[in-house]
């Protein structure tokens, strides 16, 4: 199938990185349904794309931490286009504090939306990608990997998000379903209170990991990169 062709859902799709990645994804000719909390976040994003693009493109509020919300979301999608094609399992948030400083309620939002969110969309998206031999992509963390002091429930999120996403690979490859998890660094965009700007130009930007998820859906069927760390190649303090 050509990737003009395809649909995808993205949870998290009004800023960030997954808006970067739901731009890539149309000017690749795609249909694409972004998630988030809001109306008014998700008429923001949609009010940003260009006319010509606006038919090729759906938001729905939708709440990751919420079964219902996501089998929701799902429905819209198929009801307007049919079929999913690509899953972006991208919503997430930050707490950082030390274990002293770290209350229940950030470590059960932090785990809610960036463990249990993302299970809830593979759940209820599951039957749609069966279909199509579609793609679930979660975008994880190099937190997933590396911990680090006031991480504790950022790093616990991300090291089970990617211990998710390879088990389920393993789980779902023998139907033809791809599973990657993207594990950036830092990347220029509203996380954790973040206002993107100049001084951020270091960084990753959005588009960029929305050039490599459209690299990834352009592989050949039978190659998986299934675990792919992404960094700025030239951090603050860097000789050049
Ligand atoms: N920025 C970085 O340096 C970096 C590095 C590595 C990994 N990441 C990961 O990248 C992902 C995207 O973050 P970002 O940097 O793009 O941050 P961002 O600019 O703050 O965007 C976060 C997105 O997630 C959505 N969201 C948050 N909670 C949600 C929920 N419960 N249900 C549905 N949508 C929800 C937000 O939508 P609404 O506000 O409209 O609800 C927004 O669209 C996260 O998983 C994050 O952990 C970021």
Known sequence: MKIQDKIALITGGTKGIGLGIAESMLEEGMKVAITGRSQDSIDKALSGFPENQRPNI????????SMEDMQSAVGQTVNKWGQIDVVIANAGVGHFASIEDLTADQWKQTIDINLTGVFNTVKTSLDAIKKTEGYFITVASLAGTNFFAKGAAYNASKFGL??????????????GIKCSTIMP???STHFNNNTPSDSGAWKIQPEDIGQMTIDLLKMHPRTLPSKIEVRPTMPPGSKK
Not at 58 to 65: L, R, S, Y
Not at 162 to 175: E, N, S
């Open 58 to 65: 759906i938001g729905v509020v939708a709440d990751v931490t």
């Open 162 to 175: 990617v211990g998710f996403t390879q088990a389920m690979m393993l789980d779902l490859r023998q139907y």
């Open 185 to 187: 660094g830092s990347v």
